[in-house]
Nanobody, 118 residues
Framework: QVQLVESGGGLVQAGGSLRLSCTASQRSFGSYGMGWFRQPPGKEREFVAAITWNTGSTNYADSVKGRFTSSKDNAKTTVYLQMNSLKPEDTAVYYC???????????WGQGTQVTVSS
């Protein structure tokens, strides 16, 4: 079974930047695209961004548009989430996930904590 491993979380001041990485343990695992989600303290998990492996097509939640950028490195089976102009409300556990061409996200990473101090 494929494993997704996130890294890059940490503590940063408001206005700062972090880059998250998510690496898959296998090259071929039926993934069409990858998504980033987050779960703020005491809240439900929410969509942040997504990217497709083939074309690199991306989409973002309105709350992060213009501040976050998702990218990929197919050779490394890794996706990235560059987070700029971070705000305290971005504080959350961030997860990456994989989805097939049709269907819902079926593989999830363990999450990485991002804390933005004011």
């Amino acid at each position: 079974q494929v494993q997704l491993v996130e890294s890059g979380g940490g503590l940063v001041q408001a206005g700062g930047s972090l880059r998250l990485s998510c690496t898959a343990s296998q090259r071929s695992f039926g993934s069409y695209g990858m998504g980033w989600f987050r779960q703020p303290p005491g809240k439900e998990r929410e969509f942040v961004a997504a990217i497709t492996w083939n074309t690199g097509s991306t989409n973002y939640a309105d709350s992060v548009k213009g501040r976050f950028t998702s990218s990929k490195d197919n050779a490394k089976t890794t996706v990235y989430l560059q987070m700029n102009s971070l705000k305290p409300e971005d504080t959350a556990v961030y997860y990456c996930a994989s989805r097939p061409f049709s269907g819902t996200y079926n593989y999830w990473g363990q999450g990485t904590q991002v804390t933005v101090s004011s």
